[in-house]
């Protein structure tokens, strides 16, 4: 069963860009990952799914919202920092009928 | 427009029963999966299990195998996630969500003597 691996914390400047990462474990470098948002006192909302060959980013999510990756990492790049996209980001991944979330990344915009 | 729209929140005491539920709308709820995420107050999220609700296949994560039971209702689009004796570490928000795309309000279960 796959395992992810998110930095606890991260911080960037308003207007700058932030790039947040998810490492999947080893022998699970191939498997598709979705990144999910979830502003404080919210539901989580879908962000983007990307790997293996797949990205694609839910509904009316802004352009500033990408992602990318390399190896076992999944990256999600977040440019024009606004004061709204502090929050925590969590990946998620997949293996047969688990599903597994990494420990999130609390995003604050300085 | 798809929607999960989730039962309101559950106050309740140590040993009592509660179902709360997850209605699905704006798109075809035999289709896709439904799962349960659990989150701890000032925690992560727990993925708890999923059921397909065309034919009622349930999978359950290991640290919630025994501890809840997830069923659903096709007639009415709608999903559960259900204790039989809840305890006061069971206090937490519960959100459903389908697809991996799109999730429910939450639920927030209360559980205090």
């Known amino acids: 069963q796959p395992v992810l691996t998110q930095s606890s914390s991260a911080s960037a400047s308003l207007g700058s860009s932030a790039k947040l990462t998810c490492t999947l474990s080893?022998?699970?470098?191939?498997?598709?990952i979705a990144w999910h948002q979830q502003q404080p006192g919210k539901a989580p909302r879908f962000l983007m799914k990307?790997?293996?060959?797949?990205?694609n980013k839910g509904s009316g999510i802004p352009d500033r919202f990408s992602g990318s990756s390399s190896g076992a990492d999944r990256y999600l790049t977040i440019s024009n920092l606004q004061s709204e996209d502090e929050a925590d980001y969590y990946c998620?991944?997949?293996?047969?009928?688990?599903?597994?979330f990494g420990g999130g990344t609390k995003l604050t915009v300085l | 427009e798809v929607q999960l729209v989730q039962s309101g929140a559950e106050m309740k005491q140590p040993g009592e029963s509660l179902k709360i539920s997850c209605k699905g709308s704006?798109?075809?709820?035999?289709?896709?999966?439904i799962g349960w995420v659990r989150q701890m107050p000032g925690k992560g999220l727990e993925w708890m299990g999923i059921?397909?609700?065309?034919?009622?296949?349930?999978r359950y994560s290991p640290s919630f195998q025994g501890q809840v039971t997830i069923s659903v209702d096709r007639s009415i689009s709608s999903a559960y996630l259900q204790w039989s004796s809840l305890k006061a570490s069971d206090t937490a928000m519960y959100y459903c969500?389908?697809?991996?795309?799109?999730w429910g309000q939450g639920t927030l279960v209360t559980v205090s003597s």
């Open positions: 059921i397909y609700p065309v034919d009622s296949d349930t």
């Open positions: 990307l790997g293996g060959g797949t990205y």
């Open positions: 998620e991944t997949w293996d047969s009928n688990t599903r597994v």
């Open positions: 969500y389908s697809r991996g795309e799109y």
């Open positions: 704006g798109y075809s709820f035999t289709d896709y999966w």
């Open positions: 080893s022998g699970h470098s191939t498997y598709i």
